[in-house]
């Protein structure tokens, strides 16, 4: 699974040097990760949702093995397998609200898309309890259409998976047990 390439515009001033590629990415215009700031719970949960999207996109086993199988070597045998069947569940919820598509980069790419990031500060925010920044971060991802529960539950979920990884300093203590009042409230609406 390989970044996707494009070739580079040539002149014909330049035609005989060799011919270079460009990662999507970086033909597009995306930043990079690194100038980003991403977790390694981020990148991770980036490069699992990118496979997840793959697979949906070709219906290649082998998108689904990557996502598995790097989860694990870096989650362990537990919580490697449940970041990807979250991320799949989160990702379930978008292809059913979502009405216009999705840009996203193959696993590796050290570039982000727009969509990419909406979803990366989507987590960030449901991680953190900001409700606010939540319900934005829905209207972003959905390009506006409504949230269901269902997306809203996926997202608390998938976001939970991630606590376990995420450094002390970065979410409060009374928050980091996840915000079961939400999910509450949510069932009982």
Request: hydrophobic share 40%.
């Amino acid at each position: 699974m390989g970044e996707y390439k494009f070739k580079s515009a040539k002149t014909s001033a330049t035609s005989d040097q060799p011919d270079e590629t460009v990662c999507a990415g970086q033909a597009l215009g995306f930043p990079l990760q690194a100038s980003l700031g991403f977790l390694p719970i981020e990148n991770l949960t980036l490069d699992v949702f990118r496979c997840v999207c793959d697979l949906y996109a070709t219906a290649s086993a082998q998108a689904w093995e990557f996502a598995v199988n790097s989860a694990e070597k870096q989650l362990g045998p537990v919580d490697g397998p449940l970041l990807v069947a979250r991320v799949t569940a989160f990702l379930r919820a978008l292809r059913k609200e979502r009405r216009v598509g999705f840009s996203y980069l193959s696993a590796g790419c050290q570039h982000v898309s727009p969509d990419e990031l909406t979803v990366t500060g989507l987590l960030k925010a449901a991680r953190n309890g900001d409700r606010s920044a939540l319900e934005h971060g829905l209207a972003l991802t959905l390009d506006n259409a409504e949230a269901t529960d269902s997306t809203r539950i996926a997202v608390q979920w998938l976001a939970e998976a991630q606590l376990p990884h995420v450094p002390p300093t970065e979410h409060d203590s009374a928050q980091s047990e996840f915000d079961k009042q939400t999910v509450q409230a949510i069932y009982l609406h």
